[in-house]
């Protein structure tokens, strides 16, 4: 007796059952793919939104920073233009009080039978001319502004008669000494 065992329709089943897992299981990997896809691109997507985020705070920050800068060079540039003034105003009042030293110095160091004619200022360069009755008293005039505490020592260019009376007509120069003072300048604060 012979038996005979008919394993095709258990063998189909196996492989229908094999087939649908597999089946069932490329779809759980499809749609786990997609998933994990689909993940992946929202987790990057908001990445990029929070880094464009990022950069527009960046940027509004970059222009505030910009204005800012704007400010400040404007009120340096202002503050450059008042400095200048200040040191401006600062060199007219020593020039003030200078000119008034020359001039009260002038007078006092004037002798008698001596009469300036003629006075130039260019900077601290002075040139004076004037007449004096004798030679005399152009050495002593010379001599009273060399002691003068606004002169330095004075250079006799020449002296000439005029006329019958003896008068000599006489030229010299000096330098005004210019007495030290404390002009603003720019510093950091």
Do not use: C
Not at 5 to 33: D, K, T
Not at 130 to 152: I, K, P
Request: glycine share 8%; proline share 2%.
């Amino acid at each position: 007796m012979t038996i005979e065992i008919n394993l095709l329709p258990w063998r189909e089943a196996q492989r229908v059952r094999r087939s649908r897992r597999l089946h069932v299981a490329l779809v759980l990997v499809a749609a786990l793919g997609l998933g994990g896809g689909y993940g992946m691109s929202w987790y990057y997507g908001q990445e990029v939104e929070a880094q464009q985020q990022r950069n527009a705070h960046i940027q509004a920050q970059s222009r505030q920073l910009d204005a800012a800068i704007r400010e400040v060079s404007e009120l340096e540039a202002v503050r450059g233009q008042m400095l200048e003034r200040v040191r401006v105003f600062s060199v007219l009042q020593v020039e003030r009080t200078q000119t008034v030293h020359v001039m009260r110095d002038l007078t006092t160091s004037l002798v008698d039978g001596v009469h300036y004619t003629r006075l130039e200022r260019q900077g601290g360069a002075l040139r004076l001319s004037g007449n004096a009755e004798t030679n005399w008293q152009v050495s002593d005039q010379l001599r009273a502004l060399a002691a003068a505490a606004a002169f330095t020592e004075p250079v006799l260019s020449e002296v000439e008669a005029v006329g019958d009376g003896g008068q000599r007509r006489f030229s010299l120069s000096m330098r005004q000494q210019m007495p030290v003072v404390e002009v603003v300048s720019e510093e950091s604060p």
